[in-house]
């Protein structure tokens, strides 16, 4: 049983800063990749960022690259997502996603395990 669980999420204004956290837990999970996607109402979900523990090796989606940066924490399997310059455009479902180390990229159905979501609203 692998457990994934967020936080972080929360209502900013426009331009403002906010960091996600992601911890996954459970037997057998070794070092994964870990990764984030998000999803608007209305709007299909999308990869903003992956992370491979094994080595640190990242990836990031089109949509918010250069205002993210993905990270490791020192905490087994804990990954954070710093976000800068946020937009209103940027409001979402902000989800973290578990699976093998050998795939790092935006293709959600590698990933097998999901945590429930933390809701980010951007204000204007």
């Known amino acids: 049983q692998v457990q994934v669980d967020e936080s972080g999420g929360g209502l900013v204004a426009a331009g403002d800063s906010l960091t996600l956290t992601c911890v996954a837990s459970g037997s057998n999970l070794g070092k994964p990749t870990m990764a984030w996607f998000r999803q608007a109402p209305g709007k299909e979900r999308e990869f903003v960022a992956g992370i491979r523990l094994r080595d640190a090796s990242t990836s990031y989606g089109e949509s918010m690259k250069g205002r993210v940066t993905i990270s490791k924490g020192n905490a087994e399997n804990t990954m954070f997502l710093l976000m800068n310059g946020l937009r209103p455009e940027d409001s979402a479902v902000y989800s973290c996603?578990?699976?093998?180390?050998?795939?790092?990229?935006?293709?959600?159905?590698?990933?097998?395990?999901w945590g429930q979501g933390t809701q980010v609203t951007v204000s204007s």
């Open positions: 996603a578990v699976g093998p180390n050998y795939y790092l990229g935006p293709v959600s159905s590698w990933y097998d395990h």
